[in-house]
């Protein structure tokens, strides 16, 4: 509840205040950030050992205090004025980049700020902005990987694999924006239209009268915990008259992890349509 929140951090602040010299300042930001403001350093790079004391401070009180099963930890930013920033307002912006790369790099640890760091950010805030109109601009792509039997050679089918062609950033890898869409639930957008998609294909090759082969599609956990993806893949497949038989859901190592039950229910129901995961 709220109180016991509220004594837990009461405890943190204490520990954080205990940590740093008597003219230095701890300031609660607002739920559980806090700005360490450390004066008068003539050597920074005694900073990264401050920054280490802290989590090592933190630690500690979680596991000989009160708050043992809270287990506190921090993610911690470092920037320096005027070497990161020439303004107050600049400056906790330059930490708070830093702190989400420490948050990104596993937590529990502390980042010094780089320009680098801003810019990847800010790549990174365009191309999730960019993700986010791919399907109504047209932007998506599916390509097909063969499958052969190795002793014959003979095709045995395809894997249908997501690319995303931006006209300013070009071809961009799925290692790039899939993460970025499980983050920002714009995975079930994107599952959806590849198993549309998938059926379409498959729809326009039985009317060129060619031969149909499967095709599976790659199918993460995040878009198994509702029912979206598999009640927009059984329309397309009543739309366009696809059988079970030609598809398949390739199921990601993330899926096949944890004791999720919704999760589980969902690729029952998948099997239960008749579709080899």
């Not at 038989?245 to 993330?254: G, N, R």
Request: aromatic share 6%; hydrophobic share 40%; net charge negative.
């Amino acid at each position: 509840g709220h109180q016991v929140g509220d004594a837990f951090l009461i405890d943190v602040a204490r520990t954080l205040r205990g940590s740093i010299r008597k003219q230095d300042h701890v300031i609660r930001l607002g739920g559980d950030e806090f700005t360490v403001l450390l004066l008068d350093i003539e050597n920074t790079a005694v900073i990264a050992d401050i920054a280490s004391h802290l989590l090592t401070s933190l630690r500690y009180s979680g596991e000989h205090g009160e708050w043992s099963v809270a287990r506190p930890r921090a993610s911690i930013g470092i920037a320096v004025f005027p070497d990161d920033a020439a303004t107050a307002e600049t400056l906790v912006q330059a930490a708070d980049v830093a702190m989400y790369e420490a948050k990104r790099n596993g937590k529990d640890c502390f980042e010094r700020y780089s320009r680098e760091m801003h810019d990847q950010l800010s790549n990174r805030l365009g191309l999730e902005a960019a993700l986010e109109d791919a399907v109504s601009n047209q932007e998506l792509m599916l390509y097909l990987q063969p499958r052969v039997h190795t002793m014959t050679g003979r095709l045995a089918g395809f894997e249908a694999l997501l690319r995303w062609q931006h006209p300013v950033y070009g071809l961009v890898s799925p290692q790039r924006f899939i993460p970025l869409a499980e983050e920002n639930n714009t995975i079930q957008e994107l599952g959806t239209w590849v198993a549309t998609h998938t059926c379409e294909l498959l729809a326009q090759w039985r009317n060129e009268g060619r031969t149909l082969y499967p095709i599976s599609v790659n199918v993460s956990a995040k878009q198994l915990r509702t029912s979206e993806f598999r009640e927009e893949l059984a329309r397309s497949m009543r739309r366009h008259q696809i059988l079970s038989s030609q598809i398949a859901i390739e199921l990601t190592e993330s899926t096949m992890v944890g004791d999720d039950t919704v999760v589980q229910q969902e690729l029952r129901m998948l099997e239960g349509m008749g579709l080899k995961l």
